[in-house]
């Protein structure tokens, strides 16, 4: 099968694999169609990815479609299309069993801790799949991606009548605030690069824009041009020190969602911190009940594919494209690989 592999930072290449084995009873057979290209794809590519080991078949964002099954399993059958829950786990702690599978001890995420959906075909677990009668494999790799917002606006447990700020307008913060909008909330949207405000205005022309500064606290910013703080802040940027600087947003019994990740410690005032009782949030991966979510906003319109995906091209195109999508300048905001057939 031909396949795309990372061997090292800044390194992808076309690879030649073994086709899978037979499913086993709980197992499927997928035929991957699409693969979304992840911001953990890029960390990775840049070499700056916790968790994660050289070399590696990376893809967890899939469009696919069920060719052969096991013989216990009876919720998908072969020639649907699904989206695939990447996140592996297995029973061995309260966590699963409580079923926070996206973070139990054993879990795993397909592409980043096993090797994941670059490729033609691969063996899933049945029950990691979710099938829909009206999307299209395309639309369907943006599932992962949407659902890693769904689950940070999950967290955060809002009521619908908020003011939330989403920090960092990459695809993660965009898909914070997609469903922050649907639940009601009223939606800021800070970023420090002006395109990507503007591709935020493109998807969101309901949201407010705030632009942040170098050198300009970002709580003085919003004070002299929106008043009122936020009740609710997705931390969306990946960067240590944004994040620390977003813990000065909240008001006074607000909470803070940390949904990017980080290599580095992050600190803050305690003082500031207890004053206003403020609640910070970590949001890992997502859950089947955000997969059902997802795909039924995706399937009633709710949310336009085509609004999210900017970049497309053949898997064997690729590695050469990649390093054209990862410029500043490219308006890159979902890539989408296509597996063409036969293999």
């Given at each position: 099968?031909?396949?795309?592999?990372?061997?090292?930072?800044?390194?992808?290449?076309?690879?030649?694999?073994?086709?899978?084995?037979?499913?086993?009873?709980?197992?499927?057979?997928?035929?991957?169609?699409?693969?979304?290209?992840?911001?953990?794809?890029?960390?990775?590519?840049?070499?700056?990815?916790?968790?994660?080991?050289?070399?590696?078949?990376?893809?967890?964002?899939?469009?696919?479609?069920?060719?052969?099954?096991?013989?216990?399993?009876?919720?998908?059958?072969?020639?649907?299309?699904?989206?695939?829950?990447?996140?592996?786990?297995?029973?061995?702690?309260?966590?699963?069993?409580?079923?926070?599978?996206?973070?139990?001890?054993?879990?795993?995420?397909?592409?980043?801790?096993?090797?994941?959906?670059?490729?033609?075909?691969?063996?899933?677990?049945?029950?990691?799949?979710?099938?829909?009668?009206?999307?299209?494999?395309?639309?369907?790799?943006?599932?992962?991606?949407?659902?890693?917002?769904?689950?940070?606006?999950?967290?955060?447990?809002?009521?619908?009548?908020?003011?939330?700020?989403?920090?960092?307008?990459?695809?993660?913060?965009?898909?914070?605030?997609?469903?922050?909008?649907?639940?009601?909330?009223?939606?800021?949207?800070?970023?420090?690069?002006?395109?990507?405000?503007?591709?935020?205005?493109?998807?969101?022309?309901?949201?407010?824009?705030?632009?942040?500064?170098?050198?300009?606290?970002?709580?003085?910013?919003?004070?002299?041009?929106?008043?009122?703080?936020?009740?609710?802040?997705?931390?969306?940027?990946?960067?240590?020190?944004?994040?620390?600087?977003?813990?000065?947003?909240?008001?006074?019994?607000?909470?803070?969602?940390?949904?990017?990740?980080?290599?580095?410690?992050?600190?803050?005032?305690?003082?500031?911190?207890?004053?206003r009782e403020l609640?910070?949030?970590?949001?890992?991966?997502?859950?089947?009940?955000?997969?059902?979510?997802?795909?039924?906003?995706?399937?009633?319109?709710?949310i336009h594919p085509?609004?999210?995906?900017?970049?497309?091209?053949?898997?064997?195109?690729?590695?050469?494209?990649?390093?054209?999508?990862?410029?500043?300048?490219?308006?890159?905001?979902?890539?989408?690989?296509?597996?063409?057939?036969?293999?």
């Amino acid at each position: 099968m031909t396949s795309i592999r990372l061997t090292e930072p800044g390194r992808f290449e076309i690879i030649e694999t073994g086709p899978p084995n037979p499913p086993g009873p709980k197992e499927a057979l997928i035929r991957v169609e699409h693969v979304g290209l992840c911001g953990t794809d890029i960390h990775a590519f840049h070499g700056r990815q916790p968790f994660f080991s050289y070399p590696r078949i990376l893809g967890h964002e899939l469009g696919v479609v069920v060719e052969k099954t096991g013989s216990e399993v009876t919720a998908v059958s072969p020639g649907d299309r699904c989206a695939v829950e990447p996140y592996l786990a297995r029973p061995g702690d309260r966590a699963f069993a409580r079923g926070k599978t996206n973070c139990s001890a054993s879990t795993q995420c397909l592409g980043v801790h096993v090797d994941g959906g670059m490729r033609p075909r691969i063996l899933m677990p049945a029950e990691k799949l979710h099938a829909s009668g009206i999307l299209d494999t395309r639309a369907l790799a943006l599932t992962e991606m949407l659902c890693i917002g769904c689950h940070a606006v999950e967290r955060a447990r809002l009521l619908g009548d908020e003011l939330v700020a989403v920090v960092g307008l990459g695809p993660i913060g965009l898909a914070a605030a997609q469903f922050a909008i649907l639940k009601g909330a009223k939606v800021v949207l800070i970023d420090v690069a002006e395109e990507r405000l503007q591709m935020a205005r493109r998807i969101f022309p309901e949201a407010i824009l705030l632009k942040s500064e170098v050198g300009v606290p970002i709580g003085d910013k919003w004070k002299v041009e929106l008043g009122e703080f936020p009740e609710v802040v997705f931390e969306c940027t990946g960067n240590a020190k944004s994040m620390e600087k977003s813990i000065e947003l909240p008001d006074y019994g607000g909470r803070i969602i940390l949904v990017g990740l980080c290599l580095e410690d992050i600190a803050f005032n305690d003082p500031s911190f207890h004053k206003r009782e403020l609640s910070i949030i970590s949001s890992r991966n997502a859950t089947a009940r955000n997969f059902k979510e997802v795909i039924s906003q995706l399937e009633s319109g709710s949310i336009h594919p085509d609004r999210w995906i900017t970049h497309e091209c053949k898997a064997v195109e690729f590695p050469n494209v990649v390093n054209d999508w990862l410029q500043p300048d490219s308006g890159l905001l979902k890539g989408m690989i296509k597996f063409g057939h036969p293999d």
